[in-house]
């Protein structure tokens, strides 16, 4: 758990580090919704988005917990929901998948094949 709470911890400081970027650089208003960070680890989202300790979190460190859980879950900042492994379009490019999910996501990514072509 303590792996994929820092990795949600990460994604989340990129995440709100870009929406300040794009915020800074007025090309858009303001971005008012919430970060929506997809997790395939029930535990993780369970503990970030309840403010309860438990005795598999204490080993993780105080800044993960205090950041994560209560200044940007809690503030809607982010917003952190499950989403099953299979369902996980990222997987294509980090595991080793069987060919009819990996051409499912491919397909849902949206990749084309380039086909080369001589005139």
Known sequence: MAAEFVACYEASNHGIWLRNFVTGLQIMEGIERPLKLYCDNKSVVLYSNNNRSSTKSKHIDIK???????QRVQSGQIFIEHLGTNSMIANL?????????????????????????LV
């Open 93 to 117: 490019l980090t595991k080793g998948l069987p060919p009819k999910v990996f051409h499912q996501h491919v397909a849902h990514m949206s990749v084309l094949q380039f086909e080369k072509s």
């Open 64 to 70: 993960f917990l205090v950041v994560m859980e209560r």
